[in-house]
């Protein structure tokens, strides 16, 4: 079965290899900004959706698209990737100390359905001193990533812990990525 991910990034590419999964990229063409009013929830879905949408043609009908989109959480303000160092600087001391949430909105298209979930996974950092920040901004590539880290890089020493899915704080939940799949009637493994 033909596999396409309506994303650009590599980490989302990873993951779905590690469970057998190899799929085409097509980079979607969508705008990601939160409208006036707009809820978390409907910012999310609706991202996650048009993202999918944007390179779902009649060609991909026999075909799974997955589209997907990861948001950071601060007291229910969206944390976007940082425009610069500086930026980041401000996000990662936003963030010390705290618990933030990390949210996945996944949709999978499969013969003219869309199936959409979110996953939610509450993340708790340590404090951070200036020594470390300073470290961290010189050595990590931090500027495509929501909330300025990757769980994955070296901002894990930060990480006190997490309560949800690991995968999903990395950019995609595979367990309930494989979940909607079955509901799909799309089998993995035989």
Known sequence: MRVILASSSPRRRELLKLVGIDPEIISPATDETQLPGESVEEFLRRVT???????YKS????????SSDTIVLLDERVIG?????EDARRILED???TM???WTGVAVFSRGEILYDVSKTNVYFNSISAEELDFYLEN???MDKA?????????????EKIEGCFFNVMGFPLNM???MLKQLGVVLYR
């Open 49 to 55: 959706i048009a993202k999918g949408k944007s390179v």
């Open 59 to 66: 060609a991909f009908f026999d075909s799974v698209l997955i």
């Open 81 to 85: 990737k940082p425009r610069n160092s």
């Open 95 to 97: 963030l010390a100390g």
């Open 100 to 102: 933030h949430e990390v």
């Open 140 to 142: 990590e590539n931090y």
């Open 147 to 159: 909330g300025a880290y990757a769980i994955q890089g070296k901002a894990s020493v930060f990480i």
């Open 177 to 179: 990525f494989y979940g």
